[in-house]
């Protein structure tokens, strides 16, 4: 009797446990690739999105993070790494950093946040049916340089001289520059073009801008000047340049305003891609989201520290102001 029973019970603990076992969660690996600097706020947005829809980072899914200090290199580099460790997706930012994983790689579905146009950078068919491997969040970076500039100028109505430094063989940097130029034109600015291609010649050019050069800072992102962005404020508020930026985590670090797009907004609003790509929808499948909301941020502080005073109008329009 003792023996049926303690076989029965055996039995019964067995087929509990290998439910238990089969039900046990996969957790993804998600390979994340981005140029480094404040654009790193996507990630934090990315995390809150997952979460929002159930998926927690250790349990659900992990991320490996390359920072590639805007070095295309490296991004060609950790993409093949990437498809070689067969994770489930790559999450890339940044033009230049996307388009390295897209050559690099052969079949490793890509999540994508983008400031330009992907259709125009044939790293998609279309947005409404991207057509392979790549999907994501496009959000219109270049297409608000000039009213960058007619703000930095309503901000600061004696500046004449405007200073930006960026890497000419970026494409979507060349394109805004030349944005920038008309702009310039229009306003009556004259705008002082400086050109880098390594971290160590942004670094020197910074160094070398000389007292009364000129009345301000235009930023002008690519994936080098992103991975330099805090030296660049940095800089640019020990040589008394206003600083007119595109990210708003740069103004609460000492930056004088940004227009432009909420990094972690953008994040939170990609994760629902890399849900439904680990969930098995093919990157075809899903249209291409343009996040077209923009944000006027100024620093108070920073102003006070140039001795710039901000037309009450401006100061009006903007969504945050740092005091």
């Known amino acids: 009797m003792s023996k049926i029973f303690y076989l029965t019970l055996n039995l019964w603990l067995f087929a509990l446990c290998v439910p238990s076992h089969a039900q046990q969660p996969k957790t993804y690996r998600i390979g994340v690739i981005f140029p480094g600097g404040p654009i790193s706020m996507t990630l934090d947005g990315l995390r809150q999105g997952l979460s929002d829809l ?15 200090k805007g070095d295309p290199k490296a991004a060609d580099e950790a993409a093949r790494e990437f498809e070689r460790d067969k994770v489930s997706l790559i999450y890339a930012i940044a033009s230049s950093v996307i388009t390295a994983a897209k050559e690099a790689t052969q079949s490793v579905p890509i999540v994508f946040t983008v400031g330009s ?4 950078m044939k790293l998609v068919d279309d947005f409404v049916k991207p057509g392979g491997r790549l999907t994501g969040i496009h959000y219109p970076v270049k297409d608000l340089t000039a009213k960058r500039l007619e703000i930095l100028k309503e901000m600061h109505p004696k500046v004449s001289r405007v200073l930006t430094v960026y890497d000419p063989k970026h494409d979507v940097a060349k394109d805004g520059a030349e944005l920038a130029r008309q702009e310039a034109k229009r306003l009556g600015l004259k705008l002082i073009e400086r050109h880098v291609s390594s971290p160590e010649e942004v670094r020197k050019t910074l160094q070398e801008i000389k007292t009364k ?11 080098l000047m992103v991975s330099q962005a805090q030296l660049i404020v940095d800089t640019a508020n020990q040589k008394k340049l206003p600083t007119m930026l595109q990210d708003q985590s740069l103004v609460a670090k000492g930056g004088l305003a940004s227009y432009g797009q909420n990094y972690e907004e953008i994040g939170r609003a990609s994760a629902k891609y890399v849900q439904r790509i680990l969930s098995g929808t093919s990157p075809k499948e899903l249209k291409i989201e343009t996040v077209d909301s923009v944000e006027l941020v100024i620093n108070l502080k920073t102003a006070k520290l140039l001795g710039v005073t901000i037309p009450p109008q401006v100061l009006a329009r903007a969504k945050k102001v740092i005091k």
Do not use: N, S
């Open 213 to 223: 050069e000129a009345d301000a800072f235009f930023y002008i992102a690519d994936a």
């Open 117 to 120: 146009d992907p259709v125009a």
């Open 54 to 68: 159930g998926l927690q980072e250790g349990k659900q899914y992990t991320l490996t993070i390359k920072d590639t």
